[in-house]
């Protein structure tokens, strides 16, 4: 069965610091790649996509993730964290012979000190 | 602005009650999906729905129905709540237009505790 592993489950970093989290995936069809991000307290929302066209994607809040097909893998990126991006990432795919479903991984918890 | 709303934020139940969660998205989307979230597991898919009066399975259907009679509504049933069944459950929606990448939309979540 198709699935989507995120390698860290928490990670803690400071204010500043690099950020990249990663995300792989075991399809080797077409698939659309997805990273959600859950802030405390409020709902799921999209952080960046992809699905054709060049494999560096930006996002929202200065996030971007690369696309390595050879590696299925889809890690998500920032420079500079800061403390308002302490909140819960989810990397989801969309794989086109399952019908409508994103398969989605087990989440990294981010955890930014001022 | 796509907007999936949830009848309850929290939820507190008696074991071997029936549950109902209801799930309102209003973009017209044909596909809606129940999950829940548990910590250190992600989202797990629990039923999903391409149209009015259809229902698939997903990941974890177990002790779960779902009820889609409007387009709009999507409605996920416990029918015997139990204590294994406490958990943060969201509701999402997306487009069938494959332009919009399947994308989904989630609601707020409900969190609900058996007891």
């Known amino acids: 069965a198709q699935s989507v592993s995120q390698h860290n489950h928490h990670v803690i970093l400071s204010e500043a610091a690099s950020l990249e989290l990663g995300c792989n995936y075991s399809y080797g069809g077409t698939v659309n790649l997805f990273w959600y991000v859950q802030y405390p307290g409020q709902h799921l929302q999209l952080l960046l996509k992809y699905f054709s066209g060049d494999p560096l994607v930006k996002g929202i809040k200065g996030f971007e993730a690369e696309f390595i097909k050879s590696k299925f893998s889809f890690n998500l990126r920032k420079p500079s964290v800061q403390w308002s991006d302490t909140a819960e990432y989810f990397c989801a795919v969309f794989v086109y012979n399952q019908g409508g479903k994103l398969i989605f991984g087990q989440g990294t918890e981010l955890s930014v000190k001022p | 602005d796509v907007k999936v709303t949830q009848s309850s934020r929290y939820l507190v139940k008696r074991t071997g009650e029936k549950v109902f969660l209801e799930c309102v998205q209003d973009?017209?989307?044909?596909?809606m999906f129940w999950y829940r979230q548990d910590p250190g597991l992600g989202l797990r898919l629990i039923y999903f729905s391409y149209d009015v009066k259809m229902k698939e399975k997903g990941d974890i259907p177990e002790g779960y129905s779902v009820s889609r009679e409007k387009k709009e509504r999507f409605s996920l049933i416990l029918e015997s709540a139990s204590t294994n069944q406490t958990s943060m459950y969201l509701c999402?929606?997306?487009?069938?237009?494959?332009?919009?990448?399947?994308?989904?939309?989630f609601g707020p979540g409900t969190r609900l505790t058996v007891t």
């Open positions: 973009m017209d989307h044909e596909n």
């Open positions: 999402a929606s997306s487009s069938q237009d494959p332009g919009n990448l399947y994308e989904q939309y």
